[in-house]
Each structure stands twice: as C-alpha cells, then as structure tokens.
C-alpha cells in the first residue's frame, strides 16, 4: 500500500504521521510531501527519515492513497490530478465538502456509502465531526428537528501562527498576530471570514455539513463559533430539540454504546468533558446531559475532542482504513 501525505509538515499533517504509526497502517511505501520550500527536507517517520517531495514527483508516483492537509486551494488544483492518476483522495479541507458529487464522510456514520469510484473523498470540519459524533445516534432514535450550537474552539484550529500567538501572550512577548486581537484571557466571536448574511464560514459549515452526512434536510442547525485561549480541543454547548419525547438515561445508554464516543457525566464528582482530557485521545466526549426545561423534547449537552485527531487526522486515517478494509483501492 503506496501512501502519501500531502501536507507533511503542518501541524494536522504531523499528527497524521502519528495516527498512521499508531494504528500500524499497513503501508509499504510512505511519501511525505509538502510545499516546494520544504521539498528536499527530512521527516522521520517510525524512525526512518523521509526525504520530502513535491507534488508533480507525488502524482507521477502514483500512490494508492493520499491523505491531503495542505488547504483548499492546494485541494482544488491537485486532488483531481491524484484522482486522474489513479490516486484515492481522502482530503482535508473545505474545498470538496459541499460539493454534491463528492462523499463528506464520518467512518461510523456514513462509511458504507464509499465506493471504488470515489477518488476524491471529503473529510468534514473539525466541530463538525465531534457535534455529528453526538447527534447522529440521537437523530437515529428521536429525530432531530432544530439544534442550537455555539463552539469554543481552541487556536490550534486556526494553526501554528495561532498557536505561536497564544504562546507569546502568556510569556509576554511581542509577535505576530493571527488575530485582529489578542487571544490571551480573550474569546473572539470571529472563526474564519464573516459572510454576507453575517455568520462566519465556520458558523455556515456546522450549519450545512451535518445535514450531508446524515443525509437529512429536515433539521436545522444555528450555530455560534468562539475562539479561546486553549492550546488544544474543541467544545461545544448544543441544543437539540427532537420530533420524540426521551429518557435521560436511555440517552446516555445510546451515547455510552456509540462507538468513539465516551460518556462523562456525573455532577456529583464534578465529572464532565474538558479539553485537557481529550487532548491526544480520539473519542469523543459528551457530558453535562440534560433536559432543556424551557422546551419540549429538548436535550441540553457538552461535546469536547481533540480537533486536530478525531476532528482531522484520525477521521482521514480512519476514512483510509475503511477503504483499504474493504478493497476500494
């Protein structure tokens, strides 16, 4: 199995590198490529080092598979060479989520509507997959009809400038800005570029995504993105209101046996999801299950995990998996 990770050096692509190790990804020959100015660098990889390449070098290698974290222009331009060649794509930006002849999968969820024929495959925003990860067994049971979200993301979403800013401000250092602000003892309402309807990009995409993956139009999502002073992990208050009536402790009995995801949730022992407790894993986390007393059929939560493993890289190996599993490359 010929792999390639296309975006090597950045910060989802070296916690691929990770994931894949981890998982002892079958793969007998591994291609690190990256941008033209690292081309020609060593990664270490199980400790073997990498020389990096290009992308013409990596399409005309013809991989089976290439994991893409490089942004979504590198996406739109090179993905369909990959495609072309042979290549599946699993890829990680936004370029191809919404579009309508292409897959946005979530393995536990939508796995098995993959086929050989899907050479370029859509892996869903980070906030997106852990709030999909919660609901989607919910929807299953009680039907969703409207849910209400509001995210605290952490800077690693945004990436290492981001992340290099925070590390400043704590130290009192003067440096780049990421952000139009600081983000130190900060919460900017402001995730991605605002839009003409004045949600964000970020806000739209929790709006839209869950809905394709569920292949289902008849709930909605409002939804309020929030960047916060955390080096890591994503979280999430939502609301959810359902067609059907529940048991608060049927609701975490089907979370409990949801696979990648794990229940914390006891008050009495001050036991709930935090960053800090997701940080490096790839469940995702629920907790502070409650009824909404205002609403009917209402169910509040609080949904944490580690946006760069479940909310990026491990969701993509595990796309990959699922496709060398099931001889679709």
Known sequence: M????????????????????????????????????SVGKKLAYKGVDHTIIGLADAVAAKPDIAIFSAGGDTSLEWAPKFAEAGTTVVDNSSAWRMDPTKK???????ANELTAEDKIIANPNCS?????????????????KRVVVSTYQSVSGTGVKAVKQLENEVAGIEGEMAYPYPIGRNALPHCDVFLENGYTKEEMKLAREPQKIL?????????????????GGHSESVNVEFENDFDLNEVRSILNDTPGVTVQDNPDTNTYPMPIYAHEKDDVFVGRIRRDETQPNS?????????LRKGAATNAVQ???????????
């Open 2 to 37: 010929k792999i390639a990770v296309v975006g090597a050096t950045g910060m989802v692509g070296e916690v691929m590198l990770k994931v894949l190790a981890e998982r002892n990804f079958p793969i007998t020959e591994l291609l690190l490529v990256a941008s033209e100015r």
């Open 104 to 110: 946005l999968v979530v393995p536990e969820i939508n």
């Open 128 to 144: 997106t997959i852990q709030l999909v990860m919660a609901l989607s067994p919910l929807h299953n049971t009680y039907k969703m």
């Open 215 to 231: 292949n289902d139009r008849t709930f909605s999502i409002s939804a309020t993105a929030v960047r916060i002073p955390t080096a």
């Open 299 to 307: 169910l509040n939560m609080w949904i944490v995990a580690d946006n």
């Open 319 to 329: 796309i990959a998996e699922y496709l060398v599993d099931k001889k679709l490359v």
